[in-house]
């Protein structure tokens, strides 16, 4: 009796192939773009994250609007965040043109460790180098320079000096910044202090943008240039791309700071960073995007699947008669269409995940046209799959229930019935008598 359970299970798979394949068209293209355009969110969240730990990115920008800070005030935030967590360093934007700047940043460069440009091209400045710097490269914003480029800047103006006082610098080198990996352009310091930082290309241009970076050593100009704190956080797993825990952390060391440091300070922030905001509120809107499509899609497929099965299921109304009379329950002749569903989503969704790791690699890669991005993290969430799957037991349960409601059945026979049979069997014969004279 079992083998001929299975024998009928083998031939309904053998009958109804055609069918089988496109259910798993249908379970693979869901699942495939469901989770497709789902993944690229946690992706490229995590790299963000990552990226941020690898770099050393600063949590805070501390600028003093005296012009420097004191060696007890260096002192006092070392002692909140730790020796290792706080450096002093400076940067300057000078205004070269309409809403467009030049920033120079002066760093200790064999000492530094907080926000370290990566360098893509040329040579290191070492302690025998004399006016060499490193600049920014270039991209949609930065105009950017040449390596053995000599470039001519008074910084007068942004010192707040009252002549010129001009420096000649060489470039050495070609370095990306950890900071500025956005290709959209990023915000200069000469915006007003209350400018919002937009997430978004299109509010971005109205503000005055960094035209170019010039990374000096400190030692390119004669001042006393700890101006600038950078900080980084004690806990760098509180981030976790502007996690809610985070947003709280920054609020309040801010608080803290100003207490520390008093009331002429400016604290930047990552929610100041269009590089960074931007790209975490571009992912959040890819998410809300599959969000919608994997409703739609879980809909379409319900309805797709239910429909062919319960065809599939009229389609075998005798094979069910001969299987009841044989002594099987519905259950076990229920099971045969189930297994036949379970089949199609088993195999839909492992072929549909490799689509879906397409589909998010595609994404990530679009990405790249507006940001320098970051090494991809391989990041699958399953829950895209198990609400699918959730949608397809779903469909299973139904299926179970139109057939235990005994819907295979046909009409009971009665003599109004036999009636009507006898009317056109009476007319097939007539035909087929014609039919055998021609």
């Not at 609007?65 to 934007?93: C, L, P, W």
């Not at 044989?326 to 099971?335: A, C, D, F, K, T």
Request: glycine letters at 8%; aromatic letters at 12%; one cysteine or more.
């Amino acid at each position: 009796m079992v083998k001929t359970y299975f024998k009928t299970v083998r031939r309904m798979f053998g009958k109804h192939l055609i069918r089988l394949i496109s259910l798993i068209g249908i379970v693979l293209i869901s699942i495939g773009f469901i989770s497709g355009i789902g993944s690229p969110t946690d992706m490229i969240k995590d790299s963000v994250t990552n990226y941020y730990k690898n770099r050393n990115v600063s949590d805070f920008i501390i600028k003093s609007k005296t012009g420097a800070f004191t060696d007890e005030q260096i002192s006092a935030v070392k002692n909140r965040y730790g020796e290792n967590n706080v450096e002093a360093g400076m940067s300057i934007d000078i205004r070269t043109g309409e809403k467009r700047s030049l920033r120079l940043y002066f760093i200790d460069f064999e000492n530094s460790k907080i926000n370290k440009p990566e360098l893509v091209e040329g040579e290191e400045i070492t302690s025998s180098d004399k006016n060499c710097v490193h600049a920014e490269e270039k991209d949609k914003i930065i105009k950017g320079y040449f390596v053995g480029q000599k470039v001519e800047i008074d910084v007068a103006p942004a010192l707040n000096l009252p002549s010129e006082f001009k420096i000649e610098v060489t470039i050495k080198g070609i370095v990306r910044s950890p900071l500025t990996f956005g290709k959209d352009g990023e915000p200069s310091y000469n915006n007003s202090e209350d400018t919002e930082i937009p997430d978004n290309i299109a509010d971005i241009n109205k503000l005055d943008l960094l035209e170019n970076i010039l990374y000096c050593p400190i030692e390119t100009i004669p001042f006393r240039l700890n101006g600038e704190l950078y900080v980084t956080a004690k806990n760098r797993d509180l981030f976790n791309s502007f996690s809610s825990g985070y947003e709280k952390y920054v609020e309040k060391e801010k608080a803290e700071l100003t207490e520390i440091l008093g009331e002429q300070i400016r604290v930047i922030t990552l929610y100041d960073n269009y590089s960074f905001k931007s790209i975490t509120a571009s992912a959040d809107k890819v998410r809300g995007i599959g969000n919608i499509l994997m409703v739609i899609f879980i809909a379409v497929t319900l309805l797709v699947v239910l429909s062919s099965m319960m065809r599939l299921m009229d389609e075998e109304r005798s094979q069910i008669a001969c299987l009841k009379t044989l002594g099987y329950g519905s259950i076990s002749i229920v099971m045969r269409y189930v297994f036949f569903a379970l089949v199609a989503l088993a195999v839909g969704g492992a072929v549909g995940f490799f689509v879906g790791y397409g589909v998010s690699w595609l994404i990530c890669y679009v990405f790249g046209y507006s940001y320098v991005m970051p090494p991809i993290s391989v990041v699958v969430d399953p829950s895209y799959y198990f609400r699918r799957g959730y949608g397809g037991y779903a469909c299973r349960g139904i299926l179970y229930r139109y057939a235990t409601c005994e819907q295979y059945p046909r009409r009971p026979f009665t003599s109004e019935t036999a009636e009507k049979r006898t009317q056109n069997t009476s007319r097939e014969d007539s035909f087929y008598m014609e039919a055998s004279f021609v």
